[in-house]
């Protein structure tokens, strides 16, 4: 699969309230990966206000694509390809990365390659573990997406299930905003959760119908809600430690065991989690547990390249150069690009 001469990409990815820029080397080696986070900004409106993002992204972009460059050695002449986020995410903060991308494909006289961030999300494995090769099934599971995909091969993907409602990583966010904890609130229920009884309060497992690999965590979070506010019409406390622990253990035992259904129905022996919600500690435990006792092999990218960083864009854009996936100058923002 590799080339005979090494592929540099610079890869540039602003889906949401991320500006971050990479340079990779054939796909796996990460040069650098610069990622200029806004959450200071959006947290105080509890969550990314669109508008405000792609102005930052613009005020950064510029700069971060120089510091990427610099920290990994390198100047415009030693990039082969440049690779973009295209999609799914707002539409504003793409635009921003894609505009930058074109001025300096063309600028530059380089290809472009546009990249799924979903796809993005499932190659942190490849980075993380150098030898790690499809197929394997894949828990994706961020603020914006819940994926369970089939990895047959590079760039070809079936996907089992889906969320029907809120993604994973959305339900942890507005259990979080309920208990007035902040924004993001995935890593905040995550550290809570360590200090309480996940038994505490039993919150449904939603598995839908007999045999099928979506998710659905509205009821979920409905079910929280209610729970905190009758506590309070009642005068019963509130142990925001055991309310985390309870909620996240529902969440992780449904993509566990819905993740674990899936492997052995296609009879695949690897696991690769990934996205924001993949750097849960509960949920890496739990299906480290699971998975040692059902003999299958789990990997998940280092925290860093669990949530949105450009250097996961780099790697699927070296694949999809290799495979001659290049787009043209036109390339456009697609909000809602589907994993396909
Ligand atoms: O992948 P990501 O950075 O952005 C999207 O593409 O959506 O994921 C962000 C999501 C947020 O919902 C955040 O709360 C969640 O990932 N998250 C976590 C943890 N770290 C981030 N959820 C649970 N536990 C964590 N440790
Ligand atoms: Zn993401």
Excluded: W
């Excluded at 991320?18 to 990460?30: D, F, I, L, P």
């Excluded at 961030?117 to 942190?124: K, L, P, R």
């Excluded at 996961?312 to 809602?336: C, E, R, W």
């Amino acid at each position: 699969m590799q080339m005979e001469k090494d592929i540099v990409v610079l890869a540039i990815e602003t889906s949401c309230d991320e500006t971050s820029v990479a340079v990779v080397k054939n796909g796996r080696e990460v040069l650098s990966n610069v990622i200029a986070s806004q959450i200071d900004i959006h947290k105080k409106f509890g969550g990314v206000v669109p508008e405000v993002a792609s102005r930052k992204h613009i005020e950064n972009i510029n700069q971060i694509i120089q510091n990427a460059l610099d920290e990994a050695k390198l100047t415009f002449d030693d990039i082969d390809v440049i690779g973009v986020t295209y999609g799914p995410g707002l539409v504003g903060a793409l635009l921003v990365g894609i505009s930058a991308a074109k001025a300096l494909a063309f600028g530059k006289d380089l290809p472009l390659v546009g990249v799924n961030h979903i796809e993005g999300h499932v190659y942190a494995n490849f980075i993380e573990y150098e030898d790690l090769e499809p197929p394997f099934i894949s828990l994706i599971v961020s603020g914006g997406h819940t994926h369970l995909v089939y990895i047959k091969d590079y760039g070809e993907y079936e996907i089992l299930g889906r969320t029907r409602d809120d993604a994973a990583g959305e339900a942890f966010d507005k259990v979080a905003r309920a208990l007035e904890l902040g924004y993001p609130g995935g890593p905040i229920i995550d550290e809570l959760a360590k200090k309480g009884n996940k038994d505490a309060i039993n919150f449904p497992r939603v598995y839908l119908e007999e045999g099928s690999f979506d998710f659905s965590f509205s009821g979920l979070k409905s079910a929280v809600l209610n729970y905190l506010n009758s506590s309070k019409q009642k005068g019963i406390e509130i142990v925001n430690e055991d309310v985390a622990a309870s909620f996240q253990q529902s969440v992780i035992e449904v993509l566990v065991n819905k993740t674990i259904a899936a492997a052995k129905k296609r009879n695949i022996e690897t696991i690769a989690i990934a996205g924001g919600v993949a750097a849960n500690e509960g949920l890496r435990s739990l299906m480290k547990y699971v998975c040692e006792k059902e003999g299958l092999i789990l990997k998940y990218p280092s925290k860093i390249l669990c949530t949105d960083n450009a250097a996961m864009i780099g790697s699927v854009a070296y694949y999809n150069y290799i495979n001659g996936k290049i787009a043209d100058l036109d390339l456009n923002g697609v909000p809602n690009l589907k994993l396909s």
